[in-house]
């Protein structure tokens, strides 16, 4: 295959330009190639701190919800051990666990939050 044949392949448009190493020498000559995107370089940021504020506070009020719907499970849980409708003493740890779990985590992330805020109050401008 010679390099004529090269340049026919599909989804090589654009590098008719370049023949040879010699020509990478003047990076002038070369084309872009079709199809071809920047997509970091044409991605702006996003400037809505609102939008990102509101994922964050979403985010929160989901992380509260699943803590209260595991604690609400191993309510559950424990009353069917209790009334004698199941006997799994796995599946009523199980439950408490997570429960324990997800509210040790949900007091983690709003101690921080709160220091943060605390932090945020401090600063002096």
Not at 20 to 42: C, H, M, V
Not at 67 to 93: C, F, K, P, R, V
């Amino acid at each position: 295959m010679n390099p004529s044949d090269i340049m026919k392949l599909s989804g090589l448009n654009g590098l008719e330009s370049i023949s040879s190493a010699g020509s990478l020498k003047n990076p002038g000559k070369l084309t872009r190639l079709d199809g071809y995107q920047d997509s970091i370089l044409s991605k702006e940021p996003s400037t809505d701190k609102t939008e990102s504020f509101d994922s964050l506070l979403k985010s929160a009020m989901d992380m509260i919800n699943e803590t209260n719907e595991y604690s609400n499970q191993a309510g559950e849980a424990e009353l069917a051990y209790a009334m004698g409708i199941t006997n799994s003493t796995h599946d009523l740890q199980v439950a408490q666990m997570k429960a324990n779990i997800s509210l040790q985590y949900t007091v983690a992330v709003r101690n921080a939050v709160i220091e943060a805020y605390k932090e945020i109050m401090q600063m002096q401008f």
